[in-house]
Structure formats: C-alpha cells, structure tokens
C-alpha cells in the first residue's frame, strides 16, 4: 500500500523528473518568465516551525510523561489521561482557529500590526498538538522501565532521583527518541494550523517572528490553482514526495527504536 | 524524616509543573471556545443554511454538517470492507509470518503518513486521473483511505486478541473455518472493532487537509450529489477565518466540531463499557 | 533514635498487611535476635517475600499494598512511622529480592550503585578493590573478573542472584534479608553463600527465606514458619525441626507436602 501511494503520486513525477528540487537558493515565482520554483523557503519554514514545536513540546511532553508514569496520584493520573486524550482529539483547524484568536491575536496588538502571524505562532500551536503524542509515548516506555526496577533500585536506598537518573532514563532512551521522532514526523506533516497561523508569505523567512510558508503550507496554497500535468503541479508533487520519503523513514525510525526498546527490556 | 536534596526537589517541582500544564492546557482551549463560542451556538445555528453577504456572516452552517457527515459515509462504505477484511486477512489468513510483518509495518507507515499527502493523492488520483471532479465520492474515497489504516490495525489486534483466547477451545470442538470466523471471531471481537471504528471516525471528521482540494467547497446551494461537491465542517471553520468572514460563526463552528467529536467519542465509550459487561 | 543496647533485634508486633482488600499477612508477632541468622519458611504465596518486604519498606512501592495494622521496630525504633527516614532504614536493613534484577550498567556499576550512593564516590582503586573482594565473596569474582566493564544484563540468572547479594553487602547493612538467594544456583555456590552467611553472622543480623528445609537446618539459628499468612511455628532451630506442634508443619518439613 505504502508503494501504492509513492508510486502513484510519483506516477505524476515520473514523467518529467525535476532538477528544480535541487535549487534552494531560488525564489518561488511561479507568474515570472522564466518561472522559478525554488522551494528553499518553505523547506526553512517548515524547519523553523518543527524545530520551534519540538524545542517546547519535547521537554514538555517528556515530563508530563514521567508525572504521569512515576509521580502523578492516581486520582490525578485519572484526569490527566482523558485530558490528553481531548487534547489529541481537537482537530487541526481548531487548533489553528485557537491559535488566530490567541496567539496571532496578542503579538498584533502588541507589535502593532495589523497581523500577526508568524513562524513562531505555528510553532507554539504545532508544540501543544504534538504535545498528548509526546506525553503518552514516553509515559509508556517509562512506565514499563519503572515498573522493573523502581523495587529494586529504591531497596537499596537510593533516592528517585538516582533511579531516574541512573536506570529509567538509560533503559527508556530509545523509547523517549521514539517519542521524539513521532512528535517530529506530525510536527512536519501538519497542515491546518501551520498554513493559517504561519503567515502563508513565499518569501525566505528571516526568524521565528517573521511570516513564512512551510512545506505543507505551501501545498496546500498552491494545489488548487494548479493546473495538472503543468510544471507547477509536478514541482508541487515532487516535493510531496520528499515529503513523504522524510515521514516514511521517521515511521521506519520509530519502529526499530521500538523494537530495540523491548528487546532490550527482555535481556 | 527524610531529608529531600535540593535537585531532587526541583526536579519534583518541574514535573509537577508539567503535568499541571498537560492538564490546564485542553481546559484552556475547550473553556476558550466555550466561553467566545457558547453564545452563538443555538438549535438554529444547527440547523439554518448559511446566510448573509458574505455567505456564514449569518445563519447557520446545517449543510457543512450534513457533508461531514456523507463524507464520512462514502468513506466507510470502503474502509470497513478493506479494513476489517484486510484486519481479516492479516490475523486469519496470511500464509506466512513474515508477509504479516511486512504488511503491519506498511500499515503502520501509512497510518502515520500526513493528511496533507493523501488529499494530494486523492487530488491527482481520483480528481484529476479519474475524472471524479471536486466532489463528495472524491472526497469520501481520499477519507476512506485516511480511516483505512487504523480500522485495519485495530480489527487486526481485535481478532489476534479474540484467537489468542479462543482458537483452541472452538476448533478442538471439530468446528470448521467459517463457523469459528462467523460465529466467534467476528462477535467476540466486533467490540474492540467499534472502538477503532470511532477512533478513525473522530480523526477524520476533524481533518480538513484530505478533502480541501478533492471534495470540499466553501459555500453550495443544493442537496448532497455524489458528482458535486460539498460543504463540510472544517474547511467551513477554516474558510471564516482565512477570509475572515465572521469570528462569531468561526467560535461557533469550532466549538461544534469539539463538543462534537467529545461526545460522539464519550458515547463510544458508554456502549463499549455497556458491551463489555454484558 | 539512638539504639539501646539490647534492644538490637527486629521486632514485629502483629502485623497486619492487604493487598488491595485481600489480606496476606495477620497478627504476624515475631522477633529476629542479633546477629544470628533466622530462615523463614512455608509454602509458596504464605507471605514470605511480604514479611521480608515490610521490614525494609520496600513493601510500599506495590501501590495496592497496605500495612493496615502492627508494629515493627528494628533497634527499638518503630520504623513504620512517617517520620522515618526511609533511604538510610533501607541501607541499613539491606534486601536481596527474590527477583534477581540488573541494572542497565557494567558489573562494576552495579556492585557499586548503592555504595557510591550512600558512601560517596571512591578512587579507582579503592573501588575496585571493594568491587573485587565484593564479588570475590559471593564466588563470583573468578567468572566475572575479566568483564567488569561489561554489561551486567548479560549474566546468568544464577550470577546475577550473586551479583545482586554483592550490591546489597556493598551497602554495608546491619541486617540483611534474603528471598531465596539460593534459587537458582549449584550446590558449589550455594555452599559459597552459606559460608558467606556464617562469616557475615559476625557483624550482621540475617533473615533468609528459602524453600531448602536442609539449608535451613544446615545455616539457620532461629526458624519462624508462616502458613497462610500466619505464624504457624517459632523458635530456634532444633526446637522447630526436632519438635514442630503444628502438624502440617511436621509435613512440610519432613518432605511430605511442599
Ligand atoms: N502485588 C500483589 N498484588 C496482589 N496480591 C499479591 C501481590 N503480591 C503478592 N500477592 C499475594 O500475596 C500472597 C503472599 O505473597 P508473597 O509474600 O510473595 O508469598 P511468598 O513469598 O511466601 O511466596 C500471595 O497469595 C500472593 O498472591
Ligand atoms: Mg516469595
């Protein structure tokens, strides 16, 4: 099925390979004569906004993870599971709604804009969307490890902090990048929230605060005044494609470092 | 009395902190919606069409629910035959271990592919190549595929767990293949089935990357036609706020599809607690 | 808390302790004299590993587990009150679990993790030479000693039951409780362990769960046998094999129910 999909979104690539993937440096004008179709800034964007959603939700997510694996009473433990659930189940246009009357909303008033999207809004917001993915991978990899060795690390009189440090933070690891790369492979795929928070401007962006167009931003722009089989339409598929092949070896990622982590739990 | 070190003690104190975060946040947004939201959301706002000038300025937004809804339709009308067949065929009939692995990892793989990638599929599939136009059985197609992956893992562990159990038992009895599949494999695990049923139900209503370019438009007159295209709750919200047109209905709107989806999953969970003990 | 002299045992006054609602242990009374060693036995789920659990208050890590009544004093202090300082009991009441388990570290690191953690860290040759006079006493130095940078993950169980007996005497406790230490090993190291229990009678007070009434015969002072949750027999060694009341006790001991 997976090489269904590439092969018939490749299909439209097949036909004319393109070099243009290669020129970063080039501007996205697709009106201009000759046109150009560098998609250099929205590689950045989508750069910019993933590393700005992992930098929050990784050390985010990870402790909520551990409140909920080791220190959370199980009454708290009872709310925060639901909790995160609802906030797994809020689709991506409310979140990028959320994000336009928040967010978007304080930075115009504050910067004196008139809007106020920027990469760094599309981060935050992406940060709390992958934030329930984070949290309940890692509390899983951290609940076994603790459930093996909390007995006999804490019989030995060592303080929680030893055993964190020492044991569950070492046995948990592949189990915590697992975490990590998942939180990552829907950080970049995310379309919703990015294309309405993120400023949606084909230009190279200069920071967080200025307004780009990520990848999927882009996609989602520009497919539906496309015409088919035109130049444009197969860029926009070719990039789709590196797209895919960057999930895809994210997925093949998160496998292996699951099975390495219960491999390891078993020896 | 023990002595607490000082790092340990900070430590206790961020986790806490996070934890507190984890749980504050969805109050936050929900509370958020509910509060700008909960004025506008009245029976009418359900069932009125859109209207004013702009179109959703005023009114209501029946008809994005009601394509929502035949989305979703159209696209179990393939997803459960392919998903619980496929979960099927995976538990039951797969000649070797190794095909079972393999297929599980694509699944799973596509399971994590971006919504984005498959409304782009479904646009050069079956829009473009063929020839099905913006319309809801495009649509519905490219949302079956979005719900395909889930149902067939979850049908897939739903008949491993049921096997797990009973294989023995019932075959030791003499009985043969149908009788094991018709009459405990798919009752015993039609249960676990539901529950991903709503999983995959309750993701794809929400996502609006899917169908903004293979089935949906912003606004329509008209019945649902399986040849034209439809309105549907998430690309309504995301077309009042791109163009903002009206944050009133946007509130409104938003809060419909969450309160939705809460209920419509917390339902799940009441008939399946139901099921399980009886 | 400072000890008095002859109230240097352990003391357990009518223990009471559940599982959730299930209660595994009632009006459990007994007294573990000074250094001498005391082999606690009964058929297995009689509550055993609970006991030896309560003593050092690792019981109270197993969340649905409750000490719902009862006292135990180790050195006349009630080491179930709150105020206690629950890492040093548990350094100085040391437990070897039933469950042998290493940690995801080298040999060396292993041995050397509760130490370092309540003696402070060594120089290099002062701790390895612990280390090798650690595991030189379990026997366990010869089959490890040119792997000590290795991982400890890949011993045999029967290493590791000897390699977790040298992570808790490396605590240097004053009593030590053991939950069948012996399971897993050949008679050549089990003799290793018993020895090592006769030496470290000396200095130290040791309660010893084990299901080898020969080995309780051969290495125990003192003998307590539970039957479901309840003290079914006490006293020293000869008294209890020689002359057991309980007959069900006589059984059991004898060999003819197990
Ligand atoms: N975590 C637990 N939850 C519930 N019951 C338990 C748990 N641990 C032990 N038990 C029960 O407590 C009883 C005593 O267990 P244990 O002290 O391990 O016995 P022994 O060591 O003598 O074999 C057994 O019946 C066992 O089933
Ligand atoms: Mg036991």
Redesign the pocket.
């Known amino acids: 099925m997976v090489l269904f999909l590439l092969k018939e979104t490749g299909l439209f690539q097949g036909l004319l390979p393109t070099r243009d993937l290669l020129q970063v440096a080039a501007p996205w004008s697709p009106l201009a004569t000759p046109p150009s179709f560098g998609l250099g800034h929205a590689w950045v964007g989508s750069f910019l906004v993933t590393g700005i959603s992992l930098a929050l939700a990784v050390p985010l997510g990870i402790g909520i993870g551990i409140f909920a694996a080791e220190i959370a009473p199980p009454a708290v433990a009872r709310i925060l599971q639901p909790a995160l659930e609802l906030l797994a189940g809020i689709p991506a246009v409310v979140y990028g709604f959320f994000g336009y009357v928040t967010f978007v909303k304080w930075y115009a008033d504050w910067s004196g804009q008139p809007t106020g999207e920027s990469l760094l809004a599309a981060g935050v917001v992406l940060a709390i969307m992958i934030l329930p993915f984070i949290a309940s991978t890692s509390a899983e990899a951290l609940r076994t490890v603790y459930q093996d060795y909390r007995e006999a690390a804490l019989g030995l009189g060592v303080t929680e902090g030893c055993l964190f440090r020492r044991i569950v933070l070492i046995k948990a690891l592949p189990g915590l990048a697992a975490a990590v790369a998942l939180g990552l492979a829907r950080a970049l795929g995310e379309t919703l929230a990015v294309l309405m928070l993120s400023g949606n401007t084909a230009a190279m962006p200069e920071g967080p605060l200025s307004r780009g167009q990520p990848l999927t931003a882009l996609l989602a722009t520009e497919l539906g005044e496309t015409a088919a089989g035109s130049p444009k339409y197969r860029m926009l598929f070719s990039a789709a494609c590196l797209l895919l092949l960057a999930v895809l070896a994210l997925n093949m990622g998160i496998l292996a470092l699951k099975r390495r982590f219960f491999e390891h739990l078993h020896d | 009395m023990t002595r607490p070190r000082p790092l340990d003690v900070l430590f206790r104190g961020l986790i806490w902190a996070a934890g507190i975060v984890g749980m504050a946040l969805p109050v936050w947004i929900v509370g958020f919606l509910l509060v700008r939201g909960a004025g506008r959301l009245t029976w009418s706002f359900l069932v009125d069409h859109p209207r004013g000038y702009p179109p959703g300025t005023e009114g209501g937004i029946l008809p994005a629910i009601l394509g929502s809804a035949a989305l979703i339709l159209v696209g179990l009308v393939i997803a459960i035959p392919l998903g619980v067949g496929g979960g099927l065929y995976l538990a039951e009939f797969c000649p070797s271990k190794r095909l079972q692995s393999y297929a599980r990892a694509a699944v799973e793989a596509l399971a994590g592919v971006p919504s984005i990638l498959y409304g782009l599929f479904g646009f050069a599939c079956f829009v473009v190549f063929l020839r099905m136009g913006i319309s809801l059985l495009a649509g519905g197609l490219v949302l079956g595929l979005v719900m395909l992956p889930i149902l067939l893992i979850t049908s897939q562990e739903a008949f491993a767990a049921v096997a797990a159990q009973y294989r023995e038992a019932t075959l030791s009895l003499g009985t043969d293949r149908s009788a094991w599949i018709f009459w405990v494999l798919l009752p015993k695990a039609r249960v676990r089935i539901l529950a991903g049923l709503v999983l995959a139900v309750g993701h794809a209503v929400g996502s609006a990357a899917p169908v903004l370019f293979t089935a949906s438009v912003y606004f329509r007159r008209g019945g649902l036609h399986l040849d034209q295209p439809v309105m549907t709750l998430p690309t309504h919200l995301y077309f009042l706020v791109s163009e903002a047109i009206s944050f009133d209905h946007a509130f409104a709107t938003a809060l419909v599809l969450v309160l939705g989806l809460a209920i419509f999953n917390g339902a799940a969970m009441a008939l399946r607690h139901q099921m399980r003990d009886s | 808390m400072t000890p008095t002299a002859n109230t240097s045992w352990i003391q357990v006054e009518s223990l009471d302790v559940a599982?959730?609602n299930?209660p595994?242990l009632h009006q459990v009374s007994a007294s573990f004299p000074e250094r001498q060693v005391t082999a606690i036995l009964?058929p297995?789920?009689?509550?055993?590993?609970?006991l030896l659990r309560v003593i050092n208050r690792t019981l109270e890590l197993?969340p649905?587990?409750r000490v719902t009544g009862g006292q135990v004093h180790v050195k006349g202090r009630n080491i179930l009150h709150p105020s206690e300082d629950i890492r040093s009991l548990r350094k100085q009441v040391g437990i070897v679990q039933q469950r042998p388990l290493a940690f995801p570290m080298s040999i060396q690191e292993n041995v050397d993790f509760g130490r370092r953690h309540h003696h402070g860290r060594l120089q290099r040759k002062e701790r390895d030479r612990i280390t090798a006079s650690l595991l030189e006493r379990v026997g366990l130095w010869d089959e490890v000693k040119h792997r000590l940078d290795s991982s400890a993950t890949r011993l045999s169980i029967g290493q590791l039951q000897r390699l977790c007996i040298a992570r808790t005497l490396a605590n240097d406790p004053d009593v030590i409780l053991m939950d069948e230490p012996c399971s897993a090993l050949d008679p050549e190291s089990t003799a290793t362990i018993e020895t090592l229990i006769q030496e470290l009678k000396a200095t130290v007070t040791i309660l010893i769960?084990t299901h080898n009434i020969a080995q309780a015969r051969r290495i125990s002072d003192q003998i307590l046998f539970l039957l479901d949750g309840t003290v079914a027999e006490a006293g020293t060694n000869a008294e209890v094999m020689g002359a057991a009341r309980n007959p069900r006790v006589r059984r059991f001991l004898s060999g003819e129910e197990g």
């Open positions: 599982y959730g299930a595994v009964g297995s789920g009689c509550g055993k590993s609970t197993t649905e587990a769960v």
